[in-house]
T-cell receptor, first 113, second 114 residues
Framework: DSGVTQTPKHLITATGQRVTLRCSPRSGDLSVYWYQQSLDQGLQFLIQYYNGEERAKGNILERFSAQQFPDLHSELNLSSLELGDSALYFC????????????FGSGTRLTVV | DQQVKQNSPSLSVQEGRISILNCDYTNSMFDYFLWYKKYPAEGPTFLISISSIKDKNEDGRFTVFLNKSAKHLSLHIVPSQPGDSAVYFCAAISTGGSQGNLIFGKGTKLSVKP
């Protein structure tokens, strides 16, 4: 157990739907990162939050959004889902905004049918 | 445009021998490099890192080498053990940049045969 908790572990939904992925960072970590891993692809950075504020944005689609709450958990919202959004979504956390040894959760596998 | 490239999707090594995993990068602003290991159904776990001011960092059986002029780094595992079988991701970051996020390669699947 890495200390980063992601729920749900698996999610199957239809095209056009909206889902929310949840992440609880490791205790004491203020920074949360979301990554997407599609088939045969590396981990693609989506977005970073630090202590409730958006810190950096990567290749995140406009249909996707995220937030970090006062208790530091984070949610990634995916809407108007397409087949191509099927992927593993990982959350990671770190103590500071520029601490690089991220701790990853075990991921949420999203399947869009 | 892939900034971090792992050109070998897979590598098979005999137990006890050396495993060498390679990684190339294109962005000269990267100054910190990391290797992560990932088992199936788990998230990546941090393995070892190296700053651009060094050319080698060692941690037990794991050594990372950095060749800045060639924009190349490698991970050596000696001796390799069956438990090392996993996907290894190379990652890089520009610590002076405004974005504190790692750029990952696509990974190399290492199989260590008994």
């Amino acid at each position: 157990d890495s200390g980063v908790t992601q729920t749900p572990k698996h999610l199957i939904t239809a095209t056009g739907q909206r889902v929310t992925l949840r992440c609880s960072p490791r205790s004491g970590d203020l920074s949360v990162y979301w990554y997407q891993q599609s088939l045969d692809q590396g981990l693609q950075f989506l977005i970073q939050y630090y202590n409730g504020e958006e810190r950096a944005k990567g290749n995140i689609l406009e249909r996707f959004s995220a937030q970090q709450f006062p208790d530091l958990h984070s949610e990634l919202n995916l809407s108007s889902l397409e087949l191509g959004d099927s992927a593993l979504y990982f959350c990671a956390s770190s103590v500071a905004a520029h601490n690089y040894g991220y701790t990853f959760g075990s991921g949420t596998r999203l399947t869009v049918v | 445009d892939q900034q971090v490239k792992q050109n070998s999707p897979s590598l098979s090594v005999q137990e006890g021998r050396i495993s060498i995993l390679n990684c190339d990068y294109t962005n000269s602003m990267f100054d910190y490099f990391l290797w992560y290991k990932k088992y199936p159904a788990e998230g990546p776990t941090f393995l070892i890192s190296i700053s651009s001011i060094k050319d080698k960092n060692e941690d037990g059986r794991f050594t990372v080498f950095l060749n800045k002029s060639a924009k190349h780094l490698s991970l050596h595992i000696v001796p390799s053990q069956p438990g090392d079988s996993a996907v290894y991701f190379c990652a890089a970051i520009s610590t002076g940049g405004s974005q504190g996020n790692l750029i990952f390669g696509k990974g190399t699947k290492l199989s260590v045969k008994p």
